[in-house]
């Protein structure tokens, strides 16, 4: 199984970056798919997730209205569309997969972690 993350970048506050997670290696019906991130000296935190059968969505209150999550079943990618991005958006953006949760809002209960993806906003 493997979770590919891409799209990060450097970025002007008021910007906006598409990132991406392709999923490989098993079929992700059942799986809640997720976005988290990780600033230095801080723990990782939850951004968006979005059940892969039934397409709901739940997010951070703080990107509620800037970032939205989709997925799409053809590529079997998992996109984030980050707007109005801000300096405290910056960190690293992980994306994770797990089958047990219905929301994803807990970095310890994801089964799967792609690698992390670059985000910076300057000011």
């Known amino acids: 199984v493997q979770l590919q993350a891409s799209g990060g970048g450097l970025v002007q506050a008021g910007g906006s970056l598409r990132l991406s997670c392709a999923a490989s290696?098993?079929?992700?019906?059942?799986?809640?798919m997720g976005w988290f991130r990780q600033a230095p000296g801080k723990e990782r935190e939850f951004v968006a997730s979005?059940?892969?059968?039934?397409?709901?969505?739940y997010y951070l209150d703080s990107v509620k209205g800037r970032f939205s999550i989709s997925r799409d079943n053809a590529k079997n990618t998992v996109n984030l569309q980050t707007n109005s991005l801000i300096p405290e958006d910056t960190a690293v953006y992980y994306c994770?997969?797990?089958?047990?949760?219905?929301?994803?809002?807990?970095?310890?209960?994801?089964?799967?972690w792609g690698q992390g993806t670059q985000v910076t906003v300057s000011s």
């Open positions: 290696g098993r079929s992700f019906m059942n799986y809640v």
């Open positions: 979005v059940r892969w059968t039934g397409g709901s969505t």
């Open positions: 994770a997969a797990d089958r047990l949760t219905q929301q994803l809002r807990d970095y310890r209960q994801a089964e799967y």
